[in-house]
């Protein structure tokens, strides 16, 4: 069932998912840094990517709350990071709409139970409108942890969880960079 297909008034009634992180196949990750993984409220969403090898979209996005110090790698409270970044990648994307441009305030990402193991992901703020459905089986990764600057941006060094990412890159690389933005 695609978007076209779901009405006004059935869309208004989807069930939400309880809490993102029940769709995350590979969460042990986040279970180790959070005992509650915050909602997707209030995320900044970084970047989205398109994979042009399948139906497949990466989230690159800022959560909203950062892990209690007891949880924290040494490393990451010495260097005074305050971010935990990562990517959530969705797989057999379909009816994908994008109207505007990402804005610079946090966003909430909303994510509805459809039939077939499916789920409605959207994002709306003033100015831009996301969505698009997805298989109901996510999978995160690229976990790093950064000190936001003043203004807000993300390009900064980054302590990567992945010893893989930790060895590859010390902040975040260029979008041309396939191994990172095309895999998660």
């Known amino acids: 069932m695609g978007l076209s297909d779901t009405t006004p008034e059935k869309r208004n009634t989807l069930a939400l998912i309880p809490h993102w992180i029940d769709l995350v196949r590979n969460s042990d990750t986040l279970g180790t840094l959070y005992s509650d993984v915050p909602p997707l409220k209030s ?11 399948g139906p497949a979209l990466t989230l690159r ?11 924290l790698p040494p490393e990451w409270s010495e260097r005074g990071h305050d971010t935990l970044q990562l ?6 994307v379909e009816d994908l709409t994008v109207r505007g ?11 509805a139970a459809l039939p077939y193991r499916r789920v409605l992901v959207r994002i709306a703020e003033v ?14 990764g690229h976990i790093s942890s950064y ?14 969880v992945s010893r893989l990412d930790t060895r ?17």
């Open 168 to 184: 590859m890159f010390t902040s975040l690389p260029g979008t041309h960079e396939s191994t990172f933005y095309e895999r998660v």
């Open 127 to 140: 100015g831009f409108g996301f969505s698009f459905t997805s298989s109901d089986s996510l999978t995160v």
């Open 61 to 71: 996005i800022d959560l909203p709350a950062y892990p209690g110090p007891g949880r």
């Open 147 to 160: 000190r936001m600057t003043e203004t807000g941006s993300d390009d900064v060094p980054h302590a990567f």
């Open 87 to 92: 990517h959530v990648h969705f797989t057999a």
């Open 43 to 53: 995320v900044r969403l970084r970047s989205f990517h398109l994979d042009w090898r």
């Open 101 to 111: 441009w990402i804005p610079a305030v946090p966003v909430d990402i909303s994510l």
